[in-house]
């Protein structure tokens, strides 16, 4: 693999993780909306996304 092919798979997985953290946000206000923070449905997605957002922290510092 080249430096070129690694960058471009190291972006890609930055998108599709962004792309994921953009999509669990908009998953936990509607669950807040509906007044459900309390599910383990939200507790999940919580999780998930401080997960995500240390990996997109990395990223960022890193130039991706």
Do not use: C, P, W
């Not at 792309?19 to 669950?31: F, K």
Request: no cysteine.
């Amino acid at each position: 693999m080249t430096d070129q092919e690694r960058l471009a798979a190291f972006e890609a997985f930055a998108d599709d993780m962004r792309a994921e953290l953009a999509d669990i946000n908009a998953r936990m206000e509607e669950l807040r909306a509906q007044n459900k923070v309390k599910t383990a449905t939200y507790r999940q997605l919580f999780a998930a996304r401080i997960t995500l957002k240390d990996i997109d922290r990395r990223l960022s510092d890193h130039g991706l």
